[in-house]
Every structure is written in C-alpha cells, then in structure tokens.
C-alpha cells in the first residue's frame, strides 16, 4: 500500500501503517464510500498484523486483519438513566477493568465491528486464510 499511496502522490510524514491506513480510508471516502464501505476497501489492501480503533463522525469502527495477530475486545458498560448500553473497544481485556466494563467478546480476524448511536453491528470482511492457502504461495 505504501508505494500505492505514493504513487497517488500521498506525503506521507511517518512510516507508521496506521497513517497509511487512515489515508487510505480518507481516498476511498473522497471517492464516495461511506465510512463503512470506505474503511473495507482500505482494509482490503493491507497485508500483515493490525487492529485499529477508528473514529468517524458516523461511529466508530474497530478491526482486526484476517489472521488475528493482534487483539481487539469489545465491552461495555451499563446503562444509565440518560444513555442506553454503551460498547467499548480494546486492544486487551484489563483496559475494560480499568474503566469498569464487562467483557462481552473479541472481535473476530477479519471482522470489522461498526459502533453507532443504534448499537453494535459485525461485519466480516475478510475470512481468515487456510493454512492450504497460505502454503501453495
């Protein structure tokens, strides 16, 4: 993706793969994506190990790159007379305690989970490779 985005004539400040990653939602939104869809044809294009937290003005967004190296949990924490359930994300399960939510699950490899005002909603953008495909490259 890195040489992609140069060619798009992206300046780049870091060598990070989030800054990467953020441009490359940016030019799929540009292009007319929403967020959700946006956020997917980025994530399409990354190779390697990432999850990713990623705030919108719609929601917010997490995921985690079809093998699952890195973690990513979601939780939440109770309702309240003037909001209704609220979900967290997590790169580990004691950053839940911390702040006092339950653990109610991890994020699937290649699941993005899209966080709004309505809820929680999954997403499975990329099914995690066989140990066949990964061989026969």
């Known amino acids: 993706m890195h040489d992609e985005l140069l060619r798009s004539n ?3 400040a ?5 800054e990467m990653i953020a441009y490359a939602v940016a030019e799929a939104v540009n292009a007319g994506e929403d967020w959700l869809s946006g ?3 980025a994530f399409k294009r990354c190779e390697g190990a990432f999850s990713l937290v990623i705030g919108t003005p719609d929601g917010i967004l997490g995921t985690r790159d079809p093998n699952g190296i890195r973690p990513l949990v979601i939780g939440t924490l109770e309702a309240t007379e003037t909001a209704p359930i609220r ?4 790169s580990e399960t004691c950053a839940l305690d911390i702040i006092g939510a339950d653990y109610l699950r991890d994020v699937q490899p ?17 099914r995690r490779p066989s140990a066949n495909s990964a061989s026969s490259r």
């Not at 979900?87 to 997590?90: G, N, P, R």
């Open 10 to 12: 992206v300046q780049l």
């Open 110 to 126: 290649g699941e993005l989970v899209w966080i709004t005002e309505e809820g929680i909603a999954s997403y499975h953008w990329q």
């Open 14 to 18: 870091t060598t990070t793969d989030s």
């Open 39 to 41: 956020a997917i044809t």
């Open 87 to 90: 979900y967290v994300l997590a």
